[in-house]
């Protein structure tokens, strides 16, 4: 099977990025860019992203996941630490976080260190999910082969006749931290001559703000 794609094109003109005129912390204009596309495009899961690591079997592997919170020291979200993720990222806890938001034609492409987050903060996310969301985390045994889907429905079943004051959150569910050491933004220019500025960590934590080729 062949299918040529080489027609698919698009020309990119919604904005420019100057870095003249970018902030000093990243995470300001990483906040900016954020609050534009759920201000315009609420439809979208603006907190959709793609997290790549390096697996086991030492291939790189990407999934989408969901931003659950972001601040001065990072990004989180949650996951089961048994999970092929998870197995990936204790071992090898670094990581690259990318936001695409096609409506705005913009990209964010972080590379960072992953750390698990707190229990408090684990304990207090999974008890602030809906029922449905903590009785799903607790019957997958996530990235396993199992033998039906009958499995995971039935276990689910059991668990919805529960108290929700039962429903207590795995020792093998929680949070990650992403401390992130590079942030890229990326604005879709006409002609691919797109902007691209590259914050990066030094070692007295100030960001070098640089001007990639697009």
Request: hydrophobic fraction near 30%.
């Amino acid at each position: 099977m062949e299918k040529d794609l080489s027609h698919y094109r698009k020309a990119y003109t919604r904005g420019n990025l100057s870095k003249r005129s970018v902030p000093d912390n990243p995470m300001q204009l990483f906040q900016e860019w954020f609050y534009q596309v759920d201000e315009l495009f609420p439809e979208d899961e603006v907190n959709a992203f793609t997290i790549s690591t390096i697996g086991l079997d030492g291939y790189p592997k990407s999934r989408v996941v969901l931003l659950k919170k972001y601040n001065e020291e990072g990004f989180i979200f949650y996951t089961n630490y048994n999970s092929e993720k998870g197995k990936a990222l204790k071992v090898n806890p670094h990581v690259c976080m990318s936001f695409f938001w096609p409506k705005m034609e913009r990209q964010v492409i972080i590379k960072g260190l992953a750390e698990k987050t707190s229990e408090l903060d684990s304990e207090n996310y999974f008890d602030s999910r809906p029922i449905g969301s903590r009785i799903g985390a607790i019957v997958s045994p996530q990235s396993e082969v199992i033998d039906s889907r009958e499995v995971i429905e039935n276990e689910k079943q059991r668990l919805e006749s529960l108290d929700a004051s039962e429903l207590k959150r795995p020792k093998h569910w929680g949070g990650y931290l992403i401390r992130p050491q590079s942030i890229e933004f990326w604005q879709g220019r006409d002609n691919r001559l797109h902007d691209r500025i590259r914050y990066n960590l030094e070692a007295d934590y100030n960001w070098k703000i640089e001007r990639l080729a697009p």
